[in-house]
């Protein structure tokens, strides 16, 4: 059975920084990508940044680039999301998925509250 079980939220202020982690299980993660993505309080969906299983190519949304690292760690079928100078902007639900695009098994997500 496919797992993805998100950890790390929080309430942080303004400049803060939180790490995500999506620790994975039921699939051999060298096979996939994991996607992180995020939804706030009345907005749709936004992907945040992605990598891939296969070569740890990364990708990020440009509301993110120079503020969030995606990491993998293979062994322990988990991945994280570096989140530095956190901005209000921020404040959603953060999910990781088994795929880049949105598609394939979801984690249940967690909070992630950016105080001003």
């Known amino acids: 059975e496919v797992q993805l079980v998100e950890s790390g939220g929080g309430l942080v202020q303004a400049g803060g920084s939180l790490r995500l982690s999506c620790a994975a299980s039921?699939?051999?993660?060298?096979?996939?990508?994991i996607g992180w993505f995020r939804q706030a309080p009345g907005k749709g969906r936004e992907g945040v940044s992605c990598?891939?299983?296969?070569?740890?190519?990364?990708y990020y949304a440009d509301s993110v680039k120079g503020r969030f690292t995606i990491s993998s760690d293979n062994a322990k079928n988990t991945v994280y999301l570096q989140m530095n100078s956190l901005k209000p902007e921020d404040t959603a639900v953060y999910y990781c998925?088994?795929?880049?695009?949105?598609?394939?098994?979801w984690g249940q997500g967690t909070q992630v509250t950016v105080s001003s």
């Open positions: 998925a088994t795929d880049c695009h949105g598609g394939g098994y």
């Open positions: 039921g699939f051999t993660f060298d096979d996939y990508a």
């Open positions: 990598i891939r299983g296969s070569d740890g190519s990364t």
